[in-house]
């Protein structure tokens, strides 16, 4: 099956994110408007950045609280 409306590359995974969906307009750390290609998920929301780079500084940070939280169970 062959879709002509597929015409971004799908290299991770990542493009089911909507920039319709991002719950920002502007990129934290920048202030720039968010781009499509540089939205990511977070506690189950598209958020969006100004750039790849930026969006991958935010998701290291995530995986490293995840972790935290995953060794620091609640009893
Ligand atoms: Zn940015």
Not at 48 to 67: L, Q, S, Y
Request: proline residues 5%.
């Amino acid at each position: 099956m062959h879709n002509p409306k597929q015409v971004f590359s799908e290299t991770d995974g990542m493009t089911d994110l909507d920039i319709a969906d991002c719950l920002n307009e502007t990129c934290p750390w920048s202030g720039k408007p968010v781009q499509a290609d540089s939205l990511t998920e977070y506690d189950g929301h598209v958020v969006g950045f100004c750039n790849p780079g930026c969006r991958d500084t935010f998701e290291a940070a995530v995986r490293h609280f995840k972790a935290a939280k995953a060794v620091r169970v609640d009893r």
